[in-house]
């Protein structure tokens, strides 16, 4: 069965980084497009980041220039490193197979001013 397991999460303070890692299994990762979610506090959910299976991204304008996604098919795990982190950063991280509802359990970021 698919399975998502995100880790990496922490706190940090304003202006330093943290990479956070997806390790996928049970289906073809290389395959399909992958997407970093983030939660924050009675707030809706949001999309980030994506990556494509050909290694094309996109990005929200709100993490455009300080947030890279990539991905190791070879490892079967999507990355999503983080610099210049914000307080509004703070959220709970997933990431999604893409098209799907297959959503790992998240991982906690809180940024601290």
């Known amino acids: 069965q698919v399975q998502l397991v995100e880790s990496g999460g922490g706190l940090v303070q304003a202006g330093g980084s943290l990479r956070l890692s997806c390790a996928a299994s049970?289906?073809?990762?290389?395959?399909?497009?992958m997407n970093w979610y983030r939660q924050a506090p009675g707030k809706q959910r949001e999309l980030v980041a994506t990556?494509?299976?050909?290694?094309?991204?996109v990005y929200a304008d709100s993490v455009k220039g300080r947030f890279t996604i990539s991905r190791d098919n070879g490892k079967s795990t999507v990355y999503l490193q983080m610099n210049n982190l914000k307080p509004e950063d703070t959220a709970v991280y997933y990431c999604?197979?893409?098209?799907?509802?297959?959503w790992g359990q998240g991982t906690q970021v809180t940024v601290s001013s």
């Open positions: 999604k197979k893409h098209l799907t509802q297959y």
């Open positions: 049970g289906y073809a990762f290389r395959l399909y497009t």
């Open positions: 990556i494509t299976s050909g290694g094309s991204t």
